[in-house]
């Protein structure tokens, strides 16, 4: 029986609906949703702080059970979750694979978190015990982004709920099923109390009630720098954590000593997965000089080669631009790029959707889509000359996310990677990884540092309580 009936998919009361849920690929309508209000938002925020009380005071091995299921349920229902992924989100069939692969691994760490030690006993001046301890911070809002949907709510959804809170999730409208209903689907046949996950997939109006609402003391943000900034100053106004996951522009750096037959396949994986709609993306490769010819040209060739289609129903290595917004912005800033004397070595053309990857050479300080986040399939390349130009190059950007650096000598990459500033560090290897059990995170315009994975999640939906507990009342002078 399929989690999913596009009769019955959203287990609340919200508006009509009203929302078509469009393929990117071909345009078919594939459903339709409510798009929730900022009354929805104050409603749900009621019921779930309601909730929360109880399923926070549930042995952790209940709370564990409830997410070991839906790790096993992601698994059991791959098929079906698959095709949302794919035809909504405009996913090739292996990235869909990832994500639920992810999904399921969020959900077994997340078990584990459960029944972690949730804090330390204190020494204390006074006759008594003194210790801190973890507790739920109440109820989590969690803003998720459209490109890897599934993913980027299941990180903040699942460790939320395993720690004893109550979340609310707002998914982009566009992937609303894939990354917001199917986990409501796979939860609620998990044995997840009614109450304690509400998805309500809206506009900047529902996200700005989420933020403001009193009972939401945690938000977790996925999202471009912008609107990540007006998160997290709304919810300093209102005196409340933000955790911020935000846009970069990442930097593979390719030493004179990289072997080039290995590297290219890793350099295009790393510009043109999902088509570039990744905040991991690498969109600059820096390349030394004496390799600078070679690279560009293997990479357009690399990029000629690939395939770009309907993910659905042809085998392809790039889908759909999720939307026409979307591939303006990315054509916008290829055409602005050459105009400023960039040359377009492969790509640079588009049908529909459809982007083909692209590969920029002749790049500078003045090429838009080398200074700025393109959010697509465009790999500019750049030479250097010595390590210190590369270093001082990679660090120029205001992002701070992911740096992949390619070298014979692994001793040498680590030492380039202390003198660049990001969150996340790979040595023989594009800028594109997840892991479950790892931290993420990126600086400066990337985000507020590590927030998602491992102990990293202990901090960012919990509270520290200092408590103490003394055998008699204790005495003052007055």
Known sequence: MPLLDTRTWQPYALAEPGYTVTEPATGQALG???????????????????????????????????????????????????EWIVRESGSVPGKADFELHVAAQECYEAAALASRPAGQVLPSEAPRLSYTRRVPAGVVGVISPFNAPLILSIRSVAPALALGNAVLLKPDPRTAVCGGLSLAAVLAAAGLPQDLLHVLPGGPDAGQALVSDPRVPVISFTGSTAAGRAVGEAAGRHLKRAHLELGGNSAMIVLEDADLDAVISTAAWGSFFHQGQICMTTGRHLVHASLY????????????????????????????????????????????????????????????????????????????????????????????????????????????LSLGIVTRDPARGLDLADRIPTGIVHINDQTVNDEAVAPFGGVAASGTGARFGGEANLEAFTELRWTTVRGDVAPYPF
């Open 293 to 400: 010819d070679e690279y560009v040209e293997r990479l357009a060739a690399k990029a000629d080669s690939l395939a770009v289609g309907d993910p659905y129903r042809d085998h392809v290595h790039l889908g759909p631009i999720i939307d026409s917004d979307q591939l303006a912005k990315i054509s916008g800033l290829v055409e602005s790029s050459r105009a400023a004397g960039a040359k377009i070595a492969a790509g640079g053309t588009h049908d529909g959707l459809f982007y083909r990857p692209t590969v920029l050479a002749h790049v500078d300080d003045h090429t838009p889509a080398y200074t700025e986040e393109v959010f697509g399939p465009v790999a500019p390349v750049r030479p250097f000359t010595t390590t210190d130009e590369a270093a001082t190059l990679a660090a120029q950007s205001p992002y701070g």
């Open 32 to 82: 339709t949703l409510a798009l929730a209000t900022p009354e929805d938002v104050g409603a749900a925020a009621g019921r779930a702080a309601a909730a929360q009380r109880e399923w926070a005071r549930a042995p952790h091995f209940a709370r564990a059970a409830v997410l070991r299921k839906a790790g096993d349920l992601f698994t059991a229902h791959a098929a079906e979750l698959r």
